[in-house]
């Protein structure tokens, strides 16, 4: 049996990719599910089984609930004990705390466990900063994690500081691997299984329309007036190479005042304001080129043949951002090609 964590809509279409690479039978897979951001009726249609846990931490000050931790622990528990043998557990992302707790029962109970990149560059970047000196223990330095950490029995947990904002990390004896698309140097001490891709040629496309993936970087690495001064200089430059601008808001954009101010700021640009993937939407627009900061939807897309360019050089505090640092140099070893990291080669996720 094989058992996947995930916690938003790419981690399920990308799971089921592997799956139906691998053609395993969807009565051998189940789905835990810890919603950040997950269309319940894509599961329900699926054919796949699922299970869901709503995670309090999610909620307004839903750190505080005390009753509300103490109740999803016992309900993973109770489900975990249904659960025979040490069934492989396949993970997108150790951001979620509950999803610690499924860690380490999986692990107690002698799985293996296996982190997929979370669509690259972010995964990329974590597993550079996990290391032990720049690493701290959760419980000591962020306090809205203090409660959740002892309650959900994952206090060793630890957490790497970039831009103000917290990233929790388990300890690497968790692990057995990690799966990496990229070959791109891991840090941490478990190893790397690079997953063999297609080689696919550039497309050409003879237009001057460029897409902008846009995120909502000023919750992360800049304030929002720092933001404007960056979108500023880029939709400049954008206007200066190309004829028509198409501007993707992020999912977590859509609806939030942010994406009414920046359609009332750049009326000359047209947008793109629904949560669909790109890559399904991609070949309607067909652009040039696509731009962004750094999503992580750019490697696959150049991976996909299209033309793509990161901008975070536009903005000129990189160099004191360890996330964009760790980022940056990830994007060196991937343009690089070189194949010179410790990496295992593998033809599907099962095969580690």
């Not at 999803?72 to 150790?94: Q, V």
């Not at 001490?189 to 063999?196: E, H, I, M, S, V």
């Not at 929002?224 to 004829?243: G, H, I």
């Not at 299209?306 to 951002?321: A, C, G, I, L, P």
Request: contains cysteine; aromatic residues 14%.
């Amino acid at each position: 049996m094989y058992f996947f964590l995930i916690n938003n809509d790419y981690h399920f279409k990308d799971a089921c990719k592997e799956i139906e690479n691998a053609k395993i039978p969807k009565e051998n897979v189940l789905f835990i599910c810890v919603p950040h951001k997950i269309d319940i009726f894509n599961l329900r249609v699926s054919g796949y089984k699922y299970v869901v846990f709503e995670s309090p931490l999610l909620r307004l000050i839903g750190f505080l609930n005390v009753f509300s931790i103490l109740k999803i622990k016992n309900e993973i528990i109770d489900f975990a004990k249904k659960i025979g043998g040490a069934p492989r557990l396949y993970i997108y992302t150790e951001y979620e705390l509950l999803n610690h707790l499924v860690v380490k029962i999986f692990k107690k109970k002698g799985s293996d466990v296996f982190i997929i990149e979370d669509n690259g560059l972010a995964t990329y970047a974590i597993n550079k900063m996990a290391i032990p000196k720049l690493t701290k223990k959760i419980i000591f330095y962020d306090c809205k994690f203090i409660i959740p950490a002892f309650l959900l029995g994952v206090k060793e947990t630890k957490v790497v500081r970039s831009d103000g904002n917290s990233f929790p990390v388990m300890e690497d004896g968790f692990f057995s691997g990690c799966i990496y698309r990229n070959n791109v140097s891991n840090l941490r001490a478990f190893p790397t299984f690079l997953l063999k891709k297609k080689m696919v040629e550039k497309r050409v496309i003879r237009n001057s329309t460029v897409l902008y993936l846009n995120q909502d970087i000023y919750n992360f690495y800049m304030t929002k007036s720092d933001y404007f001064k960056y979108l500023d200089l880029l939709v400049t430059n954008m206007k200066k190479k190309y004829d028509r601008i198409i501007f993707k808001f992020h999912p977590r954009e859509v609806g939030k005042d942010m994406e009414f101010l920046i359609k009332d700021m750049y009326k000359e640009l047209d947008f793109i304001d629904d949560v669909s993937f790109i890559e399904s939407g991609i070949y309607e627009i067909s652009p040039c080129k696509v731009l962004s900061f750094n999503s992580s939807a750019l490697i696959g897309l150049e991976n996909d043949g299209w033309d793509v360019e990161y901008t975070f050089h536009q903005w000129n505090r990189v160099k004191v951002s360890p996330m964009l640092e760790a980022i940056e140099t990830s994007l060196d070893e991937i343009s690089s090609k070189l194949k010179s990291h410790d990496v295992i080669e593998i033809n599907t996720v099962f095969d580690v």
